[in-house]
């Protein structure tokens, strides 16, 4: 099995051999440009076999685009990637020098220093700097946003961004990196828009647009497609596909649940590499998967460089649905706990009140009871709940913090036991799936 770095040695190669022609992008957008309007605008299928043709000119051996790059030095994790300053990560080999600004009326510069472009999304790095004589105030992060990357089939929305790694002291210079969606490896142009708020309001805007070199974007490392899923208590969780590349490893996946939408909480997948955990950087949706199928996407940090030999995720917890078979009793409330399954319950308390009866009912943070059905039993009548108040905290003095609410139910029969549908919780899985591996070579 090669390693990451003989791998990208082998790119390096390829590199060498295969070239994407300059002109392309303008004898494309030339094309499409000179189809005329009233065919267009008449039949709409002549602008489908214009498409076509476009796309098939992008498909066969004629135009290739150069989608590998080689790194001189080691790779970076993704703290380093957004710590290190440009020009530090260049001298290891990483992505394009770009070097553009824009001046805006009070004398601030914003600069694009660079960007790193793989399979996985575009790194852009920035700096802002204050004129001579002027510093940022308290809000100065706040103040500069960003838009979308813009070019030749590119519409790469903005997905995080940070700023304070190489700030300066005097409150003058502010670096920091945006993360763009993947760019089409056929725009020669990209444009960024930056985005300013004024003290009246108002809002400026500043395109930025520099001349991006494909041949220097970083093609992925490892790429499978894993076609495996859990079942979970109210349906399936999938596992796609990963993509590993130079800057990040993303997993990318759906659900298909018993009931519409998203889950309530996302649960929580690991995964390792060698026996060792990858950092996870977090979890955003993901519509790629197709209309009306929730889709979601994982990033994880870079895949270590030594030699991969085992890739497995767990979904080490998920959302459950425990079902309450029996009804539960309000004889003797208490701060004890009640068992129901692999869950517990808190019956706190049972007051009386000048219009019924009140019940503190405690659970963990992520446990929600179902409240549609929920009644309890007070003089051989099933009594619906009339009111729910806010949850609260209840500290438990030993690190632990459970969250209660008040259930009212109007009723002068004192209730006997509460009858409850079931509750949804966060549930251990522990469920190990390994992807065969096939590095690219």
Known sequence: ?????????????????????????????????????????????????????????????????????????????????????????????????????????????????????????????YTIDRPVGSVFTDDGLFRYGVDKMKGFFTDSRMQEGTAGAGNSKDKTHIEGVYKFEPVSPFSRTLTV???ERLDNGEQASYPISFRFEANKAMNSILVEDISQSVPVDQGTVYYDSITASPTSTLLKGHYKMDYEGHPRFSGETKLYVNGTEVESWGMRS??????????????????????????????????????????????????????????????????????????????????????????????????????????????????????????????????ECLLLDGFHYIKTYDKTISIPLDIKK
């Open 286 to 415: 993901d519509d790629s998967a197709g209309k009306d199928i929730p889709g979601f996407e994982l990033e994880f940090d870079v895949l270590p460089t030594d030699k991969i030999e085992t890739i497995e995720l767990v979904l080490e917890n998920f959302p459950g649905y425990q079902k309450v078979e029996e009804p539960i009793s309000l004889a003797s409330p208490s701060d004890q706990s009640i068992q129901i399954g692999n869950e517990k319950l808190w019956i706190r308390s049972v007051t009386k009140t000048n219009t019924g009866y009140d019940i503190v009912i405690a659970r963990k943070q992520f446990t929600i009871l179902e409240t549609e059905n929920l009644s309890v039993q007070a003089g051989g009548t099933a009594v619906p709940v009339s009111t729910i108040s806010p949850p609260r905290p209840w500290d438990l003095k030993n690190g632990n913090i459970l969250w209660e609410q008040t259930y009212s139910f109007n009723t002068m029969e004192e209730p």
């Open 1 to 125: 099995m090669r390693t990451i770095e003989e791998s990208l040695q082998e790119h390096k190669q390829i590199l060498n051999i295969v070239q994407a022609p300059s002109e392309l992008e303008g004898r494309l957008r030339n094309a499409l440009e000179h189809i005329p309007t009233k065919k267009r605008n008449m039949n709409r299928a002549m602008t489908w076999v214009a498409s076509s043709a476009a796309a098939l000119l992008l498909t066969v051996g004629i135009y290739q685009y150069p989608a590998f790059a080689y790194l001189s030095g080691k790779l970076f994790n993704k703290t380093e990637l957004i710590s290190l300053s440009f020009s530090e990560l260049a001298e290891q080999g990483y992505g394009q020098t770009v070097n553009k600004s824009k001046t805006l009326d009070d004398g601030t510069v914003i600069t694009i220093n660079g960007v790193i472009a793989d399979d996985n999304g575009l790194l852009m790095y």
């Open 193 to 195: 828009t930056f985005s």
